[in-house]
């Protein structure tokens, strides 16, 4: 069975770091598109940032642009979100979540259980 | 971006009934060079992340109860549950990967009447 474990969610302050961790198992995280989901409490889904497969071209959303970076470790098999210049509104939970094929347009076929990020002073 | 926009946001039903949620996109998630819709549908329970029900808009995830169906194209779509069971109670969200950024819908909780 696929796994996606989350790890390095916390409290920051306005203005802080903070660098979330997936590690995958039972798959290689190269072979798929990854992204990360966040969740604000009580709220919906927000895509926040993705990487395909082969070519680990990366994406973001408007909002996280130039704040947010993903990267991946082939050899650790373990996919990361790097969040600088943290906001209150970044307050949620994050989730990595595989993608159904290589590239970035493909639907999340798992879920990692979410790592919750607050942002407060 | 693409607006996704689901209807309605909550609605109970009773055990054994349908329930239908609706799902519309600002634009075609239809895909022209291989004829399919990139529209998917998840259940999200209390707690928990959110599981993949329906991919490719009408495609049944392996495990998920046949109770679950989706159905439509273009821009506008359709999870049904056929007969409500007391599992079922969740929000269920439509998501567009035809572009990026991929988005979703707002959700539909779904309860028991």
């Known amino acids: 069975e696929v796994q996606l474990l989350e790890s390095g969610g916390g409290l920051v302050q306005p203005g802080g770091s903070l660098r979330l961790s997936c590690a995958a198992s039972?798959?290689?995280?190269?072979?798929?598109?990854m992204s990360w989901v966040r969740q604000a409490p009580g709220k919906g889904l927000e895509w926040v940032s993705g990487?395909?497969?082969?070519?680990?071209?990366?994406y973001y959303a408007d909002s996280v642009k130039g704040r947010f970076t993903i990267s991946r470790d082939n050899s650790k098999n373990t996919l990361y979100l790097q969040m600088n210049s943290l906001r209150a509104e970044d307050t949620a939970v994050y989730y990595c979540?595989?993608?159904?094929?290589?590239?970035?347009?493909?639907?999340?076929?798992?879920w990692g259980q979410g790592a919750l990020v607050t942002v407060s002073s | 971006d693409i607006v996704m926009t689901q209807s309605p946001d909550s609605l109970a039903v009773s055990l054994g009934e349908r329930a239908t949620i609706n799902c519309k996109s600002s634009?075609?998630?239809?895909?022209?060079?291989?004829?399919?819709?990139?529209l998917a549908w998840y259940q999200q329970k209390p707690g928990q992340p959110p599981e993949l029900l329906i991919y490719?808009?009408?495609t049944r995830e392996s495990g998920v109860p046949d109770r679950f169906s989706g159905s439509g194209s273009g821009t506008d779509f359709t999870l049904t549950i056929s007969s409500l069971q007391a599992e079922d109670v969740a929000v269920y969200y439509c998501?567009?990967?035809?572009?990026?950024?991929?988005?979703f819908g707002g959700g539909t909780k779904v309860e028991i009447k």
């Open positions: 979540a595989k993608g159904g094929g290589n590239y970035i347009t493909y639907y999340f076929d798992y």
């Open positions: 039972r798959f290689t995280i190269s072979n798929y598109a």
């Open positions: 990487i395909s497969g082969s070519d680990g071209r990366t």
């Open positions: 634009q075609s998630v239809l895909y022209s060079s291989n004829n399919k819709n990139y």
């Open positions: 490719w808009a009408s």
């Open positions: 998501q567009q990967h035809y572009s990026t950024p991929s988005t």
